[in-house]
């Protein structure tokens, strides 16, 4: 059983940063691919972006340019990093791990709880 575990949310204003982490519960890139999601209150959770095994990684355009998803194999972790944070971020943040292809987040099989980051404009 795959056990992820998200921290680093927090309180910050708009143009600031945060990195949040994800912690798994053993060597899992090599079978999955690791996504970051969001959900704000009364929407619908969208995705954030996802790397895969080989380090490759893809971003959603509402954060391109501005999050960073990166990998530690040896810690078993995986991390984003958020600069110029807005407002609009606000949101919980799950990261979850599925097979590679297979995207969206009904295909993927597991989840953390959520850390919540707040945006203060």
């Known amino acids: 059983q795959v056990q992820l575990v998200e921290s680093g949310g927090g309180l910050v204003q708009a143009g600031g940063s945060l990195r949040l982490s994800c912690a798994t519960s053993?060597?899992?890139?090599?079978?999955?691919?690791m996504a970051w999601y969001r959900q704000a209150p009364g929407k619908q959770r969208e995705w954030v972006g996802r790397i895969h095994s080989g380090g490759s990684t893809h971003y959603a355009d509402s954060v391109k340019d501005r999050f960073t998803i990166s990998a530690d194999n040896a810690k078993n972790a995986v991390y984003l990093q958020m600069n110029s944070l807005k407002a609009e971020d606000t949101a919980v943040y799950y990261c979850?791990?599925?097979?590679?292809?297979?995207?969206?987040?009904?295909?993927?099989?597991?989840w953390g709880q959520g850390t919540q980051v707040t945006v203060s404009s």
């Open positions: 053993g060597s899992i890139f090599s079978i999955y691919a």
């Open positions: 979850a791990a599925g097979r590679p292809g297979r995207l969206g987040a009904k295909n993927q099989d597991y």
